[in-house]
């Protein structure tokens, strides 16, 4: 029988002396190669040509210094050099080492290919005139997030050269600038551009990992995002043309958030490819069992070891290099809840290595969101990360779809909801039952799409997946989407499903941008994209997923709609609270918050739960701390028959002010005025904004 006992002890220390310079530094005698392996018995430094990756000019031993880091220092060690690591060590369970493999150093800057088993690490010089230019550091209650694939974004813009399609510079072209600005987000968070390799089995089908969740490098930018003269002209090239990018969004105000996967890496499960972490030392750097069997909570063959000094620190110090010296704003860490386990392979929150990223002075400021969870054994773990995180909120994402889309489905069936409108009011004011008051609202980032799962549209156009063209058979992909049809399954010319679905897009972004949180935008969803019911494509680099930019009439009044919302949010602080509200006592900037139903009484119990009554109003008043006092009123109406709301009598309150309804095709500034008691009426499943006066 195979024991659990894990190989490696926990992190003693992050910050040992003895784990600093790892990789290439210069020094006055030439390069400088430091290497981390707890196990092996013979590193060697292998030097190519600089033009020729199978032209080897000198193999140089590396000696150990302490600490289990192994140094050598050569003149032949310079910018531009084409290096790999060689490493022998012992035989037996766990140990992989193998003296001939070619192996990238795990601290590169750079890298050069010409397929997954000839990689090379290149040593560079990552100088770079950032001409003053500073991060924005936008407040996190005022941050609106657009998630993006950088080249699915940019590939088929009409007002980009071609050249620059798909590139780190078509970001960062004027033309895209001007549009994400005038959308009004503030922060674009970028799917995976660490270097990444697409797994064998995608090669054989034909197909490619797109999404980019398959690291080979936590250091290097992914080069085939570069333009075509800079990866000519090599890795340093790539790093100046992805800091131009950097530099060019900053100076526009808008973040850079990178989604990184730390979690697991490229070389798969015990026999899959082998280029680097498995050759240096397989035992500290990926979970396992004391027979060498991996322990794989990830779900893509490995788990990256956190409960080592090694795997632990290699994460800090890329983290430390991304924020600094390529002036990254925030980390959305991919299936975070691999790095918050412990070296019995469980989750803490109190995890050494989740502590100190929000402690590590060379990470101050920067955003921390996490995605809760992995698929190990206790791997849901949203709301348990600590004071200083946020957190994707997948319990907002199926309340919000549910209540607009399934519990609507369902009453079309069965004459009423499962459910009353409780659930969603809480998601709507921040998600108290899931963030405690010391982490507040603005530990929620709230989203309802993202790169993984249906689009917006997909999702009010389909009840399935459809994911044949992935080549698994449909088999891939999640079956519970919490989406609806509204009769139809996929394309339709039916006007009456087509205008249904357009509203219920309308209802999804405004709950999204009007709820307390940070809200996280699907790059493609502010027009309605679709990616034809497939609700997996990661492995389609293709016009499937490349955005297009010719839209209909009817897509540029949703857009017009989201630029609508996301002025609305910065223009009210009532709308986004820093903190949650303490009961009978003002705290500075939360809002104060209360809820109404149609006849304008405060809700009842019954009102609350009872799945025939899904119509409330609320009222959320800012208690003022930077900004002035601000209030606003919220209708939301959830069954498909209209109904006439009253509106409240508040003390204070004369007048209510329309700013915003998703019953209109096309956004209005400013609709109508009304009086506490005026009547409203509100059509089926719909909502309307009020700034109460």
Same mark, same amino acid.
């Given at each position: 029988?195979?024991?659990?006992?894990?190989?490696?002890? +926990?992190?003693?220390?992050?910050?040992?002396?003895?784990?600093?310079?790892?990789?290439?530094?210069?020094?006055?005698?030439?390069?400088?190669?430091?290497?981390? *392996?707890?196990?092996?018995?013979?590193?060697?430094?292998?030097?190519?040509?600089?033009?020729?990756?199978? /032209?080897?000019?000198?193999?140089?031993?590396?000696?150990?210094?302490?600490?289990?880091?192994?140094?050598? =220092?050569?003149?032949?060690?310079?910018?531009?050099?084409?290096?790999?690591?060689?490493?022998?060590?012992?035989?037996?369970?766990?140990?992989?080492?193998?003296?001939?493999?070619?192996?990238?150093?795990? @601290?590169?800057?750079?890298?050069?290919?010409?397929?997954?088993?000839?990689?090379?690490?290149? &040593?560079?010089?990552?100088?770079?005139?950032?001409?003053?230019?500073?991060?924005?550091?936008?407040?996190?209650?005022?941050?609106?997030?657009?998630?993006?694939?950088?080249?699915?974004?940019?590939?088929? #813009?009409?007002?980009? =050269?071609?050249?620059?399609?798909?590139?780190?510079?078509?970001?960062?072209?004027?033309?895209?600038?001007?549009?994400?600005?005038?959308?009004?987000?503030?922060?674009?968070?970028?799917?995976?551009?660490?270097?990444?390799?697409?797994?064998?089995?995608? #090669?054989?089908?034909?197909?490619?990992?797109? /999404?980019?969740?398959?690291?080979?490098?936590?250091?290097?930018?992914? &080069?085939?995002?570069?333009?075509?003269?800079?990866?000519?002209?090599?890795?340093?090239?790539?790093?100046?043309?992805?800091?131009?990018?950097?530099?060019?969004?900053?100076?526009?105000?808008?973040?850079?958030?990178?989604?990184?996967?730390?979690?697991?890496?490229?070389?798969?499960?015990?026999?899959?490819?082998?280029?680097?972490?498995?050759?240096?030392?397989?035992?500290?750097?990926?979970?396992?069992?004391?027979?060498?069997? @991996?322990?794989?909570?990830?779900?893509?063959?490995?788990?990256?070891?956190?409960?080592?000094?090694?795997?632990?620190?290699?994460?800090?110090?890329?983290?430390?290099? /991304?924020?600094?010296?390529?002036?990254?704003?925030?980390?959305?860490?991919?299936?975070?809840?691999?790095?918050?386990?412990?070296?019995?392979?469980?989750? =803490?929150?109190?995890?050494?290595?989740?502590?100190?990223?929000?402690?590590?002075?060379?990470?101050?400021?920067?955003?921390?969101?996490?995605?809760?969870?992995?698929?190990?054994?206790?791997?849901?773990?949203?709301?348990?990360?600590?004071?200083?995180?946020?957190?994707?909120?997948?319990?907002?994402?199926?309340?919000?779809?549910?209540?607009?889309?399934?519990?609507?489905?369902?009453?079309?069936?069965?004459?009423?909801?499962?459910?009353?409108?409780?659930?969603?009011?809480?998601?709507?004011?921040?998600?108290?039952?899931?963030? *405690?008051?010391?982490?507040?609202?603005?530990?929620?980032?709230?989203?309802?799409?993202?790169?993984?799962?249906?689009?917006?549209?997909?999702?009010?156009?389909?009840?399935? %997946?459809?994911?044949?063209?992935?080549?698994?058979?449909?088999?891939?992909?999640?079956?519970?989407?919490? *989406?609806?049809?509204?009769?139809? $399954?996929?394309?339709?010319?039916?006007? #009456?499903?087509?205008?249904?679905?357009? %509203?219920?897009?309308?209802?999804?972004?405004?709950?999204?941008?009007?709820?307390?949180?940070?809200?996280?935008?699907?790059?493609?969803?502010?027009?309605?994209?679709?990616?034809?019911?497939?609700?997996? +494509?990661?492995?389609?680099?293709?016009?499937?997923?490349?955005?297009? /930019?010719?839209?209909?009439?009817?897509? %540029?009044?949703?857009?017009?709609?989201?630029?609508?919302?996301?002025?609305?949010?910065?223009?009210?602080?009532?709308?986004?609270?820093?903190?949650?509200?303490?009961?009978?006592?003002?705290?500075?900037?939360?809002?104060?918050?209360?809820?109404?139903? $149609?006849?304008?009484?405060?809700? *009842?119990?019954?009102?609350?739960?009872?799945? +025939?009554?899904?119509?409330?109003?609320?009222?959320? &008043?800012?208690?003022?701390? #930077?900004?002035?006092?601000?209030?606003?009123?919220?209708?939301?109406?959830?069954?498909?028959?209209?109904?006439?709301?009253?509106?409240?009598?508040?003390?204070?309150?004369?007048?209510?002010? $329309?700013?915003?309804?998703?019953?209109?095709?096309?956004?209005?500034?400013?609709?109508?005025?009304?009086?506490?008691?005026?009547?409203?009426?509100?059509?089926?499943?719909?909502?309307?904004?009020?700034?109460?006066?």
């Amino acid at each position: 029988m195979v024991s659990p006992t894990p190989t490696t002890d +926990a992190p003693a220390g992050l910050l040992s002396p003895a784990l600093d310079d790892l990789g290439v530094t210069y020094t006055s005698d030439g390069g400088r190669l430091r290497v981390w *392996s707890g196990h092996a018995d013979g590193i060697e430094l292998v030097i190519f040509d600089d033009t020729d990756l199978d /032209w080897i000019i000198d193999t140089i031993p590396l000696r150990l210094v302490g600490g289990s880091v192994w140094e050598v =220092t050569t003149p032949l060690l310079r910018p531009g050099t084409r290096y790999a690591i060689r490493v022998s060590g012992p035989t037996g369970p766990g140990n992989t080492f193998n003296p001939r493999t070619l192996l990238l150093d795990p @601290y590169a800057r750079g890298l050069v290919s010409g397929g997954f088993s000839d990689w090379r690490s290149v &040593a560079i010089d990552g100088s770079f005139d950032w001409g003053g230019v500073q991060k924005p550091r936008v407040p996190l209650d005022r941050t609106v997030i657009y998630e993006e694939h950088l080249k699915g974004l940019t590939k088929r #813009h009409p007002a980009i =050269t071609p050249a620059l399609h798909g590139t780190y510079a078509g970001l960062a072209n004027p033309a895209m600038i001007e549009y994400l600005q005038g959308l009004g987000v503030t922060s674009v968070e970028l799917l995976p551009v660490h270097a990444f390799a697409s797994e064998p089995r995608l #090669h054989q089908l034909g197909l490619s990992n797109y /999404w980019g969740y398959n690291t080979l490098n936590f250091f290097t930018p992914h &080069a085939a995002y570069a333009t075509e003269a800079s990866r000519r002209e090599g890795p340093e090239a790539i790093l100046r043309e992805f800091k131009g990018m950097v530099r060019l969004l900053h100076e526009a105000g808008l973040e850079v958030i990178l989604d990184v996967v730390y979690n697991h890496t490229a070389e798969e499960g015990v026999g899959g490819p082998r280029s680097s972490f498995r050759g240096i030392d397989n035992r500290s750097y990926y979970r396992q069992l004391d027979d060498g069997t @991996y322990v794989d909570e990830t779900g893509c063959g490995n788990a990256v070891n956190t409960a080592t000094d090694a795997s632990a620190r290699l994460i800090l110090d890329s983290l430390r290099y /991304w924020a600094n010296d390529l002036q990254i704003d925030g980390f959305r860490f991919d299936l975070a809840a691999t790095l918050g386990r412990d070296a019995q392979h469980h989750f =803490t929150p109190d995890h050494p290595l989740l502590r100190t990223i929000l402690d590590d002075p060379a990470l101050a400021d920067v955003k921390m969101i996490a995605e809760p969870w992995d698929v190990g054994m206790g791997g849901w773990q949203t709301g348990n990360f600590g004071a200083g995180w946020s957190e994707w909120n997948d319990r907002y994402r199926d309340r919000v779809r549910n209540f607009w889309l399934s519990d609507v489905d369902y009453a079309r069936r069965a004459s009423t909801a499962p459910v009353g409108i409780g659930g969603f009011a809480t998601r709507l004011a921040g998600s108290s039952n899931t963030f *405690s008051h010391e982490r507040g609202p603005l530990a929620s980032v709230n989203f309802v799409t993202a790169h993984d799962g249906f689009t917006l549209r997909d999702l009010v156009s389909y009840d399935v %997946k459809h994911n044949l063209a992935n080549g698994e058979q449909n088999r891939d992909g999640a079956d519970t989407n919490r *989406s609806f049809n509204h009769g139809a $399954e996929g394309p339709t010319d039916d006007p #009456h499903i087509l205008a249904t679905r357009r %509203k219920a897009m309308r209802n999804l972004l405004g709950t999204l941008l009007l709820s307390s949180g940070i809200p996280m935008l699907t790059a493609g969803d502010e027009f309605g994209r679709t990616q034809r019911g497939n609700n997996n +494509a990661y492995c389609h680099d293709s016009t499937l997923t490349w955005l297009s /930019w010719d839209h209909a009439d009817w897509q %540029k009044d949703l857009q017009a709609h989201v630029r609508r919302l996301i002025t609305l949010r910065g223009e009210n602080p009532a709308l986004r609270p820093i903190r949650f509200a303490v009961q009978d006592r003002p705290t500075p900037s939360a809002s104060v918050m209360d809820w109404y139903d $149609e006849s304008g009484a405060m809700m *009842s119990i019954d009102r609350w739960t009872n799945p +025939a009554h899904r119509t409330l109003q609320y009222v959320a &008043a800012s208690t003022p701390e #930077h900004e002035a006092f601000n209030r606003i009123l919220l209708m939301v109406h959830g069954n498909e028959s209209p109904i006439d709301v009253t509106l409240p009598d508040i003390e204070g309150v004369t007048r209510y002010v $329309e700013l915003w309804s998703s019953i209109d095709e096309r956004p209005a500034e400013i609709a109508e005025t009304y009086e506490p008691g005026d009547l409203v009426p509100l059509p089926g499943t719909s909502m309307r904004l009020f700034r109460a006066e």
